[in-house]
C-alpha cells in the first residue's frame, strides 16, 4: 500500500529544479531592486512608525521609460486605440478626435491584421514585415526580404531564440562583452553553456580592442569552448558607447575568419547623442565590406520598440533579421517561432509604427517630430547633469553616454567599505548600490551584475528618471557620508 504523501512534501525544491535556472541570474532585477519594491511598499503604508529619509524611490535600474513619466509618442497610441476597438474608426466622432493619416493607417492594419485577438503568421503579420524590410533598405542602402525577418515579443525573446537553436552542446560558447547585458549570461546559464567574456576598454571609452578580442578567442578554444557566435551591444548597454566603423570591420572581419554567427544587438540605434558618433547598422556594415564577408557572414540584428523614443515596453515589441543563414538553420528558427504561435499584435502594430511613422505632409508629421524631438533632447540634457555630477565626487570617474540610456560610472570604494561587503558576502559595489538605496531611494545596479575588469567596481544609472537635480543633490549627500563613515 502505498504510504501517505508528508504534508511538507513538494516536487519541486531547490534540489530538484532544473540547475541551469538556479545558475541563471538577471541584476537588473535581482536583489536590490526587490528591496526598492519593499520600500515603495513601506511607503505607501507610511506611519508614524515607520518613517525613511526619503519620500519617493527612483527607480533607475532598468530602461523602462514610460514608468519614469516618458510621454507615449501620440501618432502610436492613436493606431493602438483604433485597432484595438475597431468600430471607432467609422465612429462619426473619430474625425475629431484621431488625425485623417492615424484612421487611414488603422484602417489599413485592420484589413491586414483582420484583428488583434487572432494569431498572425508566426513570423509575424506579412505587411508588417515588408514594411520592417523597406525601413531597413532605406536606413542601410542594401535589400532586405520580409522572408528574413521575424517580428518578436521585444528583442529579448528574439535573442532567446537564436542562442537556443544555436547552442547544442555543453560545451558551446558565445563572446560577449564586459560589461554586459545580462540577458546574455542569463540566456547562455539556461542553455548550458559558456559565456566567454571580451572587455571593452573604459579609458578610450568603452571601444574595443582587436588585439584583446582575439585575445579571448585563443583562451577559449585552449580551454575546449567550442566558439559558436559572438554578441555585439551597439549602442551599448550599459557602457553607453557607440562603436566606430573601424571597430564594427573589424568584428565582421573576426566572425569571418573564426566561423562565428554574429549577434548584433541595435536596440538603442535611436538613442545617439553625439553628432560625430553616428549609429551604423552591422547590415550595413557587412554588406558595404563586400565578398567574401557581405555573402558568407551569419548575421542576426535586433530592434524593439522598447526603447529610443518610442519606449514602449510593456507593448512587447520587437524584430530580428536573418542574413546568411543556412536553409537548414532558417527551418529551425521557423520551427521555434511557430511552436510559439505569434508575438503580440500589439506588439506587431507597435512596430508597424516604429519603421513606418508619419511623413512629411502627413497630418501627423509636425506632433511625432516635436514629441520625438523633445524625448531625445530631454534625455541627451538628463545623461549631461549626471556625468558631470559624477565626476565631481570623490573617487568616481564616468564617461559621457554617446548612445543608449545608461551610465556606467567607476567607484574607487574605501578599503573598510570593501571588507564590510565581503563580511556581507557582498560585491562592493553592491554593498555601495544597496546602501545608496537605504539612504536615498535611489535604485542603481552595482557593475558586478554586468561583468567588469577585476578589482574595479562600477553601477548602472539610467538617465530616464525626471527630477535630475533632486537624484544628484540625493547622490552627493550620500556619497560624501559613506566616503566619511568608511575611510
Not at 1 to 11: F, G, H, I, L, N
Not at 139 to 155: F, N, Q, V, W
Request: charge should be negative; aromatic fraction near 8%.
Amino acid at each position: 500500500m502505498q504510504r501517505p504523501r508528508e504534508p511538507s512534501y513538494r516536487a519541486l525544491t531547490r534540489d530538484t529544479i532544473n540547475p541551469a535556472v538556479l545558475k541563471a541570474e538577471y541584476a537588473v532585477r535581482g536583489a536590490i531592486p526587490l528591496r526598492a519594491e519593499q520600500l515603495r511598499d513601506q511607503l505607501a503604508h507610511k506611519d508614524s512608525n515607520n518613517s525613511l529619509p526619503f519620500d519617493t524611490v527612483v527607480s533607475c535600474n532598468i530602461g523602462n521609460p514610460q514608468q519614469l513619466d516618458q510621454k507615449p509618442l501620440t501618432f502610436l497610441r492613436q493606431i493602438a486605440a483604433l485597432t484595438e476597438y475597431p468600430d471607432l474608426i467609422d465612429h462619426p466622432s473619430s474625425a475629431q478626435i484621431f488625425p485623417k493619416d492615424a484612421i487611414a493607417r488603422a484602417k489599413k492594419l485592420i484589413q491586414e491584421v483582420h484583428s488583434t485577438g487572432a494569431y498572425s503568421h508566426s513570423m509575424g503579420v506579412p505587411a508588417i514585415r515588408q514594411r520592417v524590410a523597406d525601413f531597413i533598405q532605406r536606413r542601410d542602402g542594401h535589400p532586405s526580404s520580409p522572408s528574413k525577418i521575424y517580428l518578436t515579443a521585444g528583442a529579448s525573446t528574439g535573442v532567446s531564440n537564436l542562442l537556443q537553436v544555436l547552442i547544442s552542446s555543453p560545451s558551446d560558447g558565445v563572446l560577449i562583452p564586459i560589461p554586459q547585458y545580462p540577458l546574455y549570461t542569463a540566456a547562455l546559464a539556461l542553455n548550458n553553456a559558456h559565456a566567454v567574456p571580451y572587455y571593452l576598454d573604459e579609458a578610450n571609452g568603452w571601444s574595443l580592442s582587436s588585439e584583446g578580442l582575439r585575445d579571448s578567442v585563443r583562451k577559449a578554444r585552449e580551454q575546449g569552448v567550442n566558439l559558436k557566435a559572438m554578441v555585439v551591444i551597439n549602442p551599448g548597454n550599459p557602457t553607453g558607447n557607440c562603436l566606430s566603423e573601424e571597430n564594427m570591420r573589424e568584428i565582421v572581419k573576426l566572425c569571418y575568419d573564426e566561423g562565428l554567427v554574429l549577434f548584433a544587438d541595435e536596440v538603442y540605434q535611436d538613442n545617439v547623442y553625439h553628432s560625430n558618433r553616428r549609429f551604423f547598422s552591422f547590415k550595413k556594415v557587412l554588406m558595404d565590406l563586400g565578398e567574401p564577408y557581405s555573402d558568407n557572414v551569419e548575421l542576426v540584428s535586433f530592434h524593439s520598440i522598447s526603447k529610443g523614443q518610442t519606449g514602449e515596453c510593456g507593448r512587447r515589441g520587437g524584430y530580428f533579421e536573418l542574413a546568411n543563414f543556412s536553409p537548414e538553420a532558417e527551418e529551425q528558427v521557423y520551427k521555434l517561432a511557430s511552436v510559439q504561435l505569434c508575438p503580440s499584435l500589439g506588439g506587431q502594430i507597435g512596430v508597424d509604427c516604429l519603421v513606418d511613422p508619419p511623413k512629411q505632409g502627413d497630418e501627423s508629421y509636425e506632433l511625432w517630430m516635436k514629441e520625438r524631438g523633445f524625448i531625445a533632447e530631454t534625455l541627451k540634457k538628463r545623461s549631461e547633469v549626471l556625468v558631470e555630477a559624477f565626476n565631481e565626487l570623490e573617487g568616481v570617474s564616468c564617461n559621457d553616454a554617446e548612445g543608449a540610456m545608461y551610465l556606467f560610472p567607476t567607484l574607487t570604494l574605501p578599503p573598510r567599505a570593501c571588507a564590510e561587503a565581503a563580511r556581507q558576502s557582498m560585491a562592493p559595489d553592491a554593498f555601495y548600490s544597496l546602501e545608496l538605496l537605504e539612504a536615498t531611494g535611489i535604485c542603481v545596479v552595482p557593475g558586478s551584475g554586468f561583468g567588469q575588469v577585476p578589482g574595479t567596481f562600477h553601477l548602472r544609472t539610467t538617465f530616464l528618471a525626471p527630477g535630475t537635480e533632486d537624484y544628484v543633490k540625493r547622490l552627493k549627500k550620500f556619497h560624501g557620508e559613506f566616503l566619511e563613515k568608511w575611510k
